[in-house]
């Protein structure tokens, strides 16, 4: 009965021009009443390489940011109108050069002033230091009291104290006189103006610009409680003094930077289950921006034995990564994985691979769906690698 049901469809439908082949491919049954065959999938080329096992060091990663080691406000120290602007802003700077120029002549006025102030105390000084060694020897044959003598040395005395006072005037008009030339106190990069010429600056008061240091540099990053208990762990066994870091920036696909931890704070912090540390690192080629966003790789110095493969062999189907894993019958089957860190140019495997397995590493584009039949021809991990 089912056949005839399957035959008088079949008419019916080459009766509207639909092709008895189509009919066919399309259900279980043929015209004959037979079980069609599955479509065979063709066997595709394909290599395979053993899954790595290594002893790699074990890397942990937070966020982090880079700030300078130095970084300083300038501002004038006297005030007056500035007068010149003696930098290109956003260039390196060195230790003295100098930045701003502050009108100078009334300093210059000011110090000459002062000079001419101490030269007459050092002249009435010098009128005092006389009148009391005469009054001294007079006073032995009582040709002047004792207190005509008294009243000379202690005028000696004042006349000079009065120099040393004129002497610190004079060095106090030096130095607000040099202070009209605004200078850089660290080697870095200076920012933007934040004064034009004509403008006052006021002292102590006037930010004119910023000036920050470029290598070394540090960065900043927080470590959960449990990281930072295990790394001190480690360290009393190891007796090691310093935490190695490495850093990379947004885009880079390396940690090609290397600093050592050299401060960490004295607390946890309560709110947020972590600790600041900071690493202070060399940037020769001032690419370490202060205030860039950075990703920090810590190393503890202890070792663990990782399941590696090559990069190329993890795929990704929407949020789940997976590689093709041979089968015993030479068949392509899809394994869910749990990808690690990244280690000696390898990716880490933490879950869904076991030692022994081959991952088919060569020929994926082939593959279109799990169990398809392959014909393996095998390589190593690093060769696929490289």
Known sequence: ?????????????????????????????????????????????????????????????????????????????????????????????????????IDARPYEAALQSAQAQLQRARATAVLARSRDERARRLVLTSAVSQDEADARRAASEQSDADVLNSEAAVQLAQLNLEFTQVRSPIDGRAGRALLTPGNLAVADQTWLTAVVSQDPVYVDFDPDEQSYLRYGAEARQSHRNALTVRVALQGDGDFSHVGTVDFQDNQVDSATGSIRMRAKLRDPDRVLTPGLYARVKVSSGSRTEAVLVDEKAVLTDQDRKYVYVLGADNTAQRREVSPGRKADGFRSIEAGLMPGDKIIVGGLQKIYSSGAPVKPSETSMLAAAN
């Not at 009919?23 to 479509?39: F, I, N, T, Y």
């Not at 010149?84 to 260039?91: H, L, S, V």
């Open 1 to 101: 009965m089912q056949i005839r049901k399957m035959l008088i469809s079949a008419s019916v439908l080459a009766t509207i021009g639909v092709p008895a082949g189509l009919v066919a491919a399309s259900g279980r049954w043929d015209l004959a009443g037979h079980a069609a065959e599955k479509p065979a999938f063709p066997v595709v080329d394909v290599d395979v390489a053993p899954v790595l096992l290594k002893q790699v060091d074990r890397w942990d990663e937070f966020n982090g940011r880079i700030s300078a080691v130095g970084s300083v406000e300038i501002r004038s120290r006297v005030t007056g109108y500035v007068t010149d602007i003696a930098y290109k802003e956003g260039d390196a700077v060195k230790r003295g050069d100098v930045l701003f120029t």
